[in-house]
């Protein structure tokens, strides 16, 4: 299925692990030429040798998205670079658990300020190119606990609700230049913190999950692809939840 997005570029941040990753990789077996940003960039060097394989640009920016003047300055030398954003992909993001008595706050500062304000940061600068050229997909990583919340995760679960809100204004004031604008939640995704996660403490979580299994990285650059495609076009605003059902 041709998704109408060849020879586009995407920014994804957070992109040289996990989820990150997974949406470079998968987009660039669309042709999409990739710009990946992280703060390390030893974590990025396989993901960008995968996506280069594909036929297709990647190349890696150093950007704390928690630091408006390093995404600005990002952002420019980008575009020094002769290098465009058709495509961002707001994916980075840390976590910091603890029972909200029990939160230093530095620990909620920093989960608002990387999840959060990295995502308008990014935003922010990286708009007014797609508003320029009138075409433009904004795709935000949420989560589940965006949605329902989850103890010992205040902080997290707080940034994440706060970037639904962010999608749906971002869409409500982009979409006159083409652009949409829409966020994914995913459910319980198989990664390093849920291997790591006792076998019981697995099942008691696949309990709650109606398909009885964690989600994968791939089902999750999957709904990104789409999201980026002349299929989506018409889509916007929107919270797609990808939770095996866990949340309806």
Not at 27 to 54: C, F, H, P, R, Y
Not at 164 to 176: H, N, P, R, V
Request: charged residues 20%; aromatic residues 6%; glycine residues 10%.
């Amino acid at each position: 299925m041709d998704l109408g997005i060849k020879g586009k570029t995407a920014l994804v941040t957070g992109g040289g692990r996990g989820i990150g990753a997974a949406i470079a990789e998968n987009l660039s077996k669309e042709g999409v030429n990739i710009i990946m940003t992280d703060i390390n960039e030893s974590s990025a060097a396989t993901t960008l040798d995968n996506i280069k394989k594909q036929g297709v640009k990647g190349v890696f920016y150093h950007m704390n998205v928690a630091d408006s003047n390093s995404v600005s300055d990002c952002v420019k030398k980008i575009q020094d670079d002769g290098l465009t954003v058709d495509i961002l992909i707001n994916n980075a993001g840390v976590t910091r658990d603890n029972l909200l008595i029990r939160m230093k706050e530095e620990d909620w500062d920093m989960v608002l300020n990387v999840n959060l304000k990295g995502a308008f940061n990014c935003t922010k600068f990286i708009a007014p190119i797609m508003m320029k050229s009138r075409w433009g997909r904004i795709i935000n990583i949420t989560s589940i606990v965006g949605v329902m919340g989850n103890k010992g995760q205040a902080n997290y679960s707080a940034s994440k609700a706060g970037m639904i809100g962010f999608t749906k204004s971002c869409a409500q004031e982009l979409a006159s230049r083409n652009i949409t604008s829409n966020a994914i939640a995913p459910g319980f995704i198989v990664s390093d913190m849920t291997n790591a996660l006792s076998e019981e403490v697995q099942k008691d979580f696949m309990s709650k999950i109606p398909l009885a299994r964690f989600g994968s990285v791939q089902e999750i650059a999957d709904t990104v692809n789409f999201l980026a495609s002349e299929k989506a076009a018409y889509i916007t605003g929107q919270v797609i939840g990808v939770n095996g059902g866990m949340l309806m």
